[in-house]
């Protein structure tokens, strides 16, 4: 939850979630209104097998189906994306695009996150192949993940250096020659 005490925003739960919320109201977003509008109705939780996550929201005429996850889990599953003029099929060089401006944001220290969503009729079934659709991308997320300031500097360069997959190359941002300490 993003809280306002004394004139401060404070995050309260999960880090991740916070940062998507203070996107949102940086973008003129008003979470406790979207809330109301689109109440989440059911979840599939981040999985470190699909590495992504879904909720769903009811609206008037179905369910929206928000995912965020690794962009290379998303990327594959998204043959539409959202522009400014609406949705539009996804092209290779679009997908190429993507793909360098994450890489170039993992330089920049930034944990990369996609985003994306799919409009349903109704909440499938959360076990079954209707919970996993084709998506809409909507876009890349960047976040600094800093280290819990409690941990021992030992502690957080050893943190820092176990980034992987296809977006390592912040790891090779924040790396330093103490981070071999285990």
């Keep these: 939850a993003l ?3 004394d004139g401060f925003w ?3 739960g999960d880090p991740t979630e916070g940062a998507l ?3 949102g109201r940086k973008a003129g977003l008003d979470p406790e209104a979207l809330h109301q509008e689109f109440p989440r109705v059911a979840e599939i939780p981040f999985s470190s097998e699909t590495k992504r996550m879904s909720t769903f929201h009811q609206e008037s005429d179905g369910v929206l189906m928000y ?3 690794a962009p290379e889990s998303l990327l ?8 400014a003029q609406g949705e539009r099929p996804m092209t290779a060089m679009d997908r ?3 793909q360098h401006r994450g890489a170039e944001m ?3 220290a930034l944990r990369v996150l996609g985003l994306a969503y799919r409009r349903l009729p109704e909440v499938p079934d959360l076990e079954s192949e209707e919970a996993d659709p084709e998506l809409v991308w909507v876009g ?3 976040m600094i993940d800093p280290a819990r300031p409690d941990w021992p500097e030992r502690d957080r360069l050893v943190v820092s250096e176990r980034i992987s997959g296809p977006l390592s190359d912040t790891a090779s941002l924040t790396r330093s020659p103490a981070s071999s300490v285990r």
Excluded: D, N
């Design 140 to 142: 890349l997320a960047g």
């Design 67 to 69: 995912v965020k996850g």
């Design 76 to 83: 594959p599953r998204s043959p539409m994306m959202l522009t």
């Design 3 to 5: 809280e306002e005490i």
């Design 106 to 108: 993992a330089q920049e």
């Design 21 to 23: 919320l203070v996107l």
């Design 10 to 12: 404070t995050v309260r």
């Design 96 to 98: 190429e695009a993507v």
